[in-house]
Nanobody, 110 residues
Framework: EVQLVESGGGLVQPGGSLRLSCAAS????????MNWYRQAPGKQRDWVAG??????RIADSVTGRATVSRDVNKNTLNLDISRMTPEDTAVYYC?????WGQGTLVTVSS
């Protein structure tokens, strides 16, 4: 069974940093494109970052503050975001093809 499980969410103070991880099982993650999306309360789900082969891409909304990386040994996808603001508050989802994780909530607040 193909499965994605996110972790690392929580409460972050404005200006702080966070690492989100997505553990993949049932497939070898480095064979497929993998993405991070986020959905803020009352808003649509937006693409944040992705790994495509050996390439990475970052959305304009977090460019300069975020990096995405794949740990082949652990079969995980990581998302690091720094200088966080309340606008980063959202449920963050991991995605590969038609498979989605359950999401992890990130709240940026003092």
């Amino acid at each position: 069974e193909v499965q994605l499980v996110e972790s690392g969410g929580g409460l972050v103070q404005p200006g702080g940093s966070l690492r989100l991880s997505c553990a993949a099982s049932g497939f070898t993650s480095d064979d497929y494109a993998m993405n991070w999306y986020r959905q803020a309360p009352g808003k649509q789900r937006d693409w944040v970052a992705g790994v495509f082969g050996f390439s990475t891409r970052i959305a304009d909304s977090v460019t300069g503050r975020a990096t995405v990386s794949r740990d082949v040994n652990k079969n995980t996808l990581n998302l690091d975001i720094s200088r966080m603001t309340p606008e980063d508050t959202a449920v963050y989802y991991c995605n590969s093809g038609n498979t989605w994780g359950q999401g992890t909530l990130v709240t940026v607040s003092s």
